[in-house]
């Protein structure tokens, strides 16, 4: 299985540490519990898309925006974008 290779702590956020982490050196399916469990404590599934297409993105300076465009011509206006495969 998944495991990582540098100390479990690296995973954990700074605004919700984790103590209990069963080892050193966790199993990806302790770190994705984790990660779900800060997810839903702090309400941001909401703000995120999950197997999105993203077409193009630019950043629009005058307005500080992010303009996403969506495969099937979606547009999103954001002030984040977060990206990864």
Excluded: C
């Amino acid at each position: 299985g998944l495991a990582v290779d540098v100390p479990t702590t690296t995973y954990s956020y700074y605004f919700e540490p984790n103590p209990n982490w069963s080892r050193l050196y966790s199993t990806g399916d302790e770190i994705k519990q984790y990660a779900d469990d800060v997810a839903d404590k702090y309400e941001v599934r909401r703000h995120m898309r999950f197997n999105t297409a993203v077409e193009g993105a630019r950043w629009d300076e005058d307005a500080k925006l992010w303009r996403v465009n969506l495969a099937g011509g979606e547009t999103l206006i954001t002030r984040y974008l977060i990206t990864a495969t």
